[in-house]
């Protein structure tokens, strides 16, 4: 059963949050659509929002019980930024926090891993989503769909190592539950598709469904960090590099029963998005 709330969903216009916004302005809830441009979303008011400015803190806030939280993607410690805005959003009354991290990331662990650990002590309903990689990353404007449409080849250093791919409407289908189911989930949610796929079998399904050759091209850690390092800080790039090799060592081979446990549906699989996309 769900409960009325008013949702203040940050990055409303991003590839979570503009879903997330549509699915609860759609079930009857009020939501404020928080972005630096202040954007309205179909069914939603646009609010400004900007994690590194925190005179629009309070304006966001007002009359908000739940908030999804999308961390600053440009900040190396997103803790030292979303935590105080957390302690402000306690005192204004928001009950329900529900947070994105990942499934690479534990609570306690790098980056968002910090917010994960505290969020327990600051709300007494919560929820974090660790979805596993999105399969909008092979279809859309990431690095990896771009070297696709371009090249027909995914550069990766997973060698064989599989991911269970997420369908963002499916994570957002699981936030919107999670921010009004009358019982808050309280924990951490790993979140995978149906089928763990090799990047090779993701090539070959691909290949099949939109009739172009497309090929894996396995990269050693070492030439993937530097691949992606001409395009953003040598740092950043080390951190996807490895999370490459952690796929590779088995990290993300699992499939949970999160979508349908929590949503009552099936996740999407990939090869049905990628017919659908």
């Known amino acids: 059963m769900n409960t009325p709330v008013t949702a203040l969903v940050i990055g409303a216009t ?24 202040a954007t309205d ?38 803790a030292g930024i979303m935590l105080p805005f957390l302690e402000q959003a ?12 990942s499934s690479a990331i534990p609570a306690g662990g790098p980056a968002v891993g910090q917010v994960h650990q505290a969020l327990p002590d600051l709300f007494d309903e919560w929820a974090v ?7 909008q990353n092979l279809t859309g404007d990431h690095l990896h769909a771009r070297s696709i449409r371009e090249e027909g080849t995914i550069r990766t250093a997973t060698g064989e190592g599989r991911v269970a791919f997420i369908d963002a409407d499916d994570i957002a289908a699981v936030a919107a539950h999670a921010l009004t189911d009358a019982q808050a989930p309280d924990t951490d949610l790993v979140i995978t598709g149906p089928e763990a796929l090799s990047y090779g079998e993701v090539a070959s399904v691909l290949s099949e469904v939109t009739g172009r050759a497309v090929t894996h091209q396995r990269l050693t850690y070492e030439q993937m960090r530097e691949h992606l390092a001409r395009t953003m ?15 590779a060592e088995g990290a993300e081979d ?14 999407r699989g990939f090869r049905e998005h990628a017919e659908h996309r």
Not at 14 to 35: E, F, P
Not at 90 to 101: E, F, I, P
Not at 234 to 247: K, N, P, Q, S, V
Request: with cysteine; hydrophobic share 40%; proline share 5%.
């Open 41 to 78: 979303v179909q069914g939603a008011q646009g609010v400004r929002f900007d994690w590194f400015d925190s005179s629009t803190y309070e304006q966001a806030l007002s009359g908000a019980d739940g908030v999804y939280l999308v961390p600053p993607l440009a900040s190396a410690d997103p």
């Open 254 to 267: 699992r499939v949970t029963d999160t979508v349908l446990r929590i949503t009552g549906r099936r996740p």
């Open 90 to 101: 306690r005192a204004c009354g928001v009950r329900r926090a529900v947070l994105l991290s």
């Open 233 to 247: 800080p040598l740092e950043f790039a080390a951190l996807l590099a490895g999370m490459d090799r952690a796929i």
């Open 129 to 135: 989503l660790r979805p596993s990689w999105f399969m």
């Open 14 to 37: 991003g590839n979570t949050g503009g879903r997330v916004t549509r699915q609860l302005a759609a079930r009857g809830h009020r939501v404020k659509a928080a972005s630096r441009g």
